[in-house]
């Protein structure tokens, strides 16, 4: 253990304990009678509140008034919306609902594969989604990913929210700051959501359900959807059984510009200048098709034992297309063609044509398609809860969890496009597409250019994530100031892998033009990147997706002997114990709790390198069967030990103004890519990139202070500031590593061996810091406003930026409701963030904002009708890369994904 962290530790428990003893003493006058009063209208309260969150609370002001009500009592800084709150705002999944809230920043993608229409990543307080852990009922849950880039390349410890639909919501608790008690592996906080239970409902048989659509108008197509639920629970209420089941679908269409390429350099006059290479017209169709369901039996063979056992299955269908058609400057450039009406600005060539004349294609057609993509998710999980006197209770849970990331085909063809034709390019600012040409005519496969493509792909992936953990929790209470005693401990194994990997090739050679569909295929909308703001050519055709198929069966190489691609392929498994001890405090106007919890983690890393890792027990290999050259099956192993201490006070300052503060501990463990990501090498360079097994687990130092003034009913107006300190944050760095160098060993006929800089996922230390504000204003009996505001600054030390700070956070939304409708109106923005690393340079995503609205009508006591209209603004996202040592900021993707309307009738019995 650390000093650092010992003297934090004691801090903070002398501290409390100090606060407590003087608080006691200053209330010594009151009678342990009175102090049992206390105590007793303390846990009244939180009863009250337990009572009030059954599913029997309905209308957007009733479950305004529980969720504001369950923040005000939690000793915590927490942030709470209820089921009702999620059935009335404009919410398809639970991100939806969590990115109205302050401090809470969403994202639609987790690698570079750009913004889509559906919310997909949470993170808290400006940092990026895997410091943000995610729990059902206060477990782990297993993640999937549909994207193939999620699977085998960026695969971080994020949850994906798009397998989480918000129907299987009663309650979601957002932590943003820490306990003892709270699994860890959240460094900026946690995400609980909170199922439903049988026996909290108020009837004896409970039954819903939600019938309609979604249209979806880039598309133009309207598809089902589908919810329904019933519950039953005895007389007695000793026996409870619920189930759930959903089935939706939803048409998807993506319209872009990608700069795929990058940006190249080439000299001019003896300068070096940078232009974009492979611009392209960026397609993607999808239908995705959201299934599962949920159950819950819940039984009570005493008034002091609860035994419950759930589960929750989801599965989400994303068959894709991808086109990129794309103009293709470095291959003009590179046969001898010219730049011509060059224009630059600073060192990038803003405009350009390319002399005609040359025989190297001026286009590169990528179409890709992913029959098979999907992901999902399930668990079940066994709880026991015993009261065993009136002051001492036990709960025990045991479970299991599983995801999955599937691709288990992606079929391709790359076509070079028109020999010796014409070309060039208008840059337009970070706020337009760049306008470019290519060729005069782009709707047929005439002038396509076959064998100045290739056959790509990676086949056979099936990423699995899961955990089986067993826990155990007891409390004790106390009357005085000291409330109760908790104390617990949980183990866990969980693992995380991708082991096969075909990637295909030509089989014998590219097809010739005659051995290509001649007909068949479609062709791109007639007003594609209109939505943008591009101008761009149009009406580019395309092969059907079964066209791809029946030409990568005939002249694909899907060996899975000698195209077994090693390089992305990986295998983590973490076994997690940990124990921890909280005490709770509640006098008189005030509250809080200190503990400590104690973290042990092993780790077995299993990744693939040219030569043995120098870290590794034990190496298998070289293993020669791969046409991508032999390489090392390594297993690394490491252990750590963490102490978490945390504390939490709370005063009430007068009836209605609340002050928070809290500080501890946190721990996040490494991206799993981070660890296990394969070291791709250059030989002519000596350079490389890949995963660093060494990584260290992320701890943040955290402060929070808040003050909260509830000044009426459903209205609170609220500050908070908060620092984060993190050590051993994960960001990229260069080292220095001896490799096989393959090439100089195949020359040489013997191994040699050389140092290369390598760019990997290297630890520093960083900050976050930044302040929240929040407003939530009831207007006379019906109508009412809520807003807030969060500002983030973060840095690394290194001078890097970290990956998800959006500086400037912003939501607001106004709503009506009354006994027969409702209607709310809601926007959000962030501001621009570092998302990643692309072509050797910092990506950005742009600042955007998005516009949604929903209403809803009852027509009778059990039915009613709802309408949501999602993107409402057709927010366009745009990307950037920052390299500031060589072309400064240039636009690197533009998407719109058009608009969603969703429309239903619900039933409730």
Not at 205 to 217: H, K, L, M, N, P
Not at 433 to 451: C, D, H, K
Not at 699 to 709: K, M, R, V
Not at 799 to 828: I, M, W
Request: hydrophobic share 35%; charged share 15%; net charge negative.
């Amino acid at each position: 253990m650390s000093h650092r962290k010992t003297l934090l530790a004691a801090s903070i428990i002398a501290g409390l304990w100090c606060v407590s003893g003087a608080l006691y003493a200053q209330d010594n006058s009151q009678t342990s009678s009175q102090a049992n009063q206390q105590n007793s209208a303390e846990k009244a309260n939180k009863e009250k509140i337990k009572e009030l969150s059954t599913i029997t609370v309905t209308g957007i002001r009733s479950s305004q008034e529980l969720s504001l009500d369950t923040k005000r009592a939690d000793n915590t800084h927490v942030e709470v919306v209820s089921a009702e709150d999620i059935g009335k705002l404009p919410a398809k999944n639970v991100a939806d609902t969590l990115q109205r809230l302050p401090g809470v920043n969403i994202s639609s993608s987790s690698a570079s594969e750009g913004a889509f229409d559906e919310v997909d990543r949470v993170s808290l307080r400006g940092t990026n989604p895997s410091m943000t852990q995610t729990t059902i009922n206060g477990h782990t849950v297993a993640t999937g990913d549909w994207f193939v880039l999620n699977q085998v390349q960026t695969v971080g410890r994020s949850v994906s929210y798009s397998l989480l639909p918000s129907e299987i919501v009663s309650q979601v608790v957002v932590h943003k700051t820490s306990e003892a008690s709270l699994l860890e592996g959240g460094s900026a906080g946690s995400v609980d959501i909170v199922t439903r239970k049988p026996l909290e409902y108020a009837k004896e048989f409970t039954a819903e359900a939600s019938i309609g659509g979604v249209y979806a108008d880039l598309p133009g197509t309207t598809k089902p959807q589908f919810s329904g639920l019933f519950n039953y629970k005895s007389p007695d209420n000793t026996f409870g059984v619920l189930g759930q089941a959903f089935y939706e679908e939803r048409s998807l269409q993506r319209e872009g510009q990608e700069v795929v390429g990058g940006y190249n350099s080439t000299t001019l006059n003896g300068k070096t200048y940078y232009y974009p290479n492979e611009i392209g017209n960026a397609f993607f169709t999808q239908t995705r098709k959201r299934e599962g369901g949920a159950f819950d039996v819940e039984f009570k063979p005493s008034d002091n034992l609860t035994l419950d056992l759930n589960g929750f299955y989801s599965l989400m269908k994303a068959d894709n297309y991808n086109r990129n058609y794309m103009l293709w400057t470095s291959s003009v450039l590179g046969a001898g063609g010219q730049l011509t009406n060059v224009q630059t600005q600073g060192n990038v060539i803003t405009h350009a044509d390319l002399a005609p004349g040359t025989n190297a294609p001026y286009g590169i057609y990528d179409q890709i398609s992913r029959p098979g993509a999907a992901s999902r998710t399930w668990y079940v999980a066994l709880d026991a809860a015993w009261k065993v006197t009136d002051k001492l209770s036990f709960h025990g849970q045991a479970g299991t969890t599983h995801g999955a990331g599937d691709s288990p085909h992606q079929n391709v063809l790359e076509l070079g496009e028109n020999n010796a034709g014409s070309g060039g390019w208008q840059m337009n600012g970070l706020g337009t597409p760049i306008s470019w040409y290519e060729g005069a005519v782009n709707n047929s496969p005439s002038t396509m250019v076959p064998s100045a493509g290739w056959i790509f792909g990676e086949q056979s992936i099936h990423m699995v994530d899961k955990e089986n953990w067993v826990q155990g929790d007891g409390e004790l209470d106390f009357d005085g100031p000291m409330s109760s005693l908790q104390f617990g401990a949980r183990y866990s194994s969980h693992t995380r892998q991708s082991l096969e990997d075909i990637a295909q090739g030509p089989l014998n050679g590219m097809p010739t033009q005659a051995q290509l569909p001649a007909g068949g295929y479609g062709n791109y909308p007639g007003d594609f990147g209109s939505q943008l703001g591009a101008t761009v050519p149009g009406s580019v055709w395309f092969y059907t997706p079964s066209q791809l198929a029946t030409i990568d069966g005939q002249f694909a190489n899907r060996n899975p002997v000698t195209r077994f691609y090693w390089n992305d392929i990986y295998s983590v498994k973490e076994k997690d114990s940990a124990v921890y001890l909280q005490a709770n405090f509640d006098g008189d106007r005030w509250g809080g709790n200190v503990g400590v919890r104690y973290v042990h983690t092993g780790e077995t890393i299993n990744d693939a390198t040219t030569s043995p890792d120098a870290s590794a027990s034990s190496a298998i290999g070289p293993i020669t069967t791969s046409a991508f050259g032999p390489y090392y099956w390594n297993t690394i192993k490491h252990s750590y030990n963490k102490v978490l201490p945390s504390a939490n006070l709370k005063f009430d300052l007068t009836d209605d103004v609340i002050a928070r503060m809290a500080v501890s501990q946190t721990l996040t463990r490494p991206d799993y890519s981070a660890m296990a990501g394969s070291v791709s090498l250059d030989d002519l360079t000596h350079t490389g990139a890949g995963g660093n097994p060494a990584l260290k687990p992320l701890i943040s130092t955290n402060f929070d202070g808040a003050l909260e003034w509830y000044f009426a009913p459903r209205g609170l107006l609220s500050a908070s500031v908060y620092n984060m300190s993190l050590h051993n944050y994960v960001n990229f760095g260069d080292v220095n590593r001896v490799y096989k160098d393959i090439q100089a060993s195949t020359l040489a006929g013997h191994d040699v061996f050389s140092t290369y800089t390598v760019t990997v996922p290297s630890n520093v230390n960083g900050n976050v810091k930044g302040v929240e504000l929040a407003y939530i204003q009831p207007i006379g009996k019906n109508f009412g406003v809520e807003t807030n505001y969060t500002f983030a600054s973060a840095h690394a030390d290194n001078g890097q930026p970290l990956e998800g700070t959006s500086k400037h956070t912003f939501n607001a939304s106004v709503y009506f409701e009354n006994d027969l409708f409702n209607a709310r109106l809601a926007y959000t923005y962030r501001s621009s963030f570092y998302d990643t690393v692309s072509h050797g340079a910092n990506y950005f995503q742009a600042g955007v904002g998005n516009l949604a609205f929903s209403a809803g009508y009852k027509i009778t006591d059990w039915m009613s009708v709802t309408f949501d209209a999602m993107n409402l603004n057709n927010p366009k996202w745009r990307y950037y890369y920052q390299d500031n040592n060589t072309f400064g900021k240039q636009p690197y993707a533009f998407y719109v994904n058009g608009r969603q309307y969703y429309f239903n009738l619900r039933f409730k019995f």
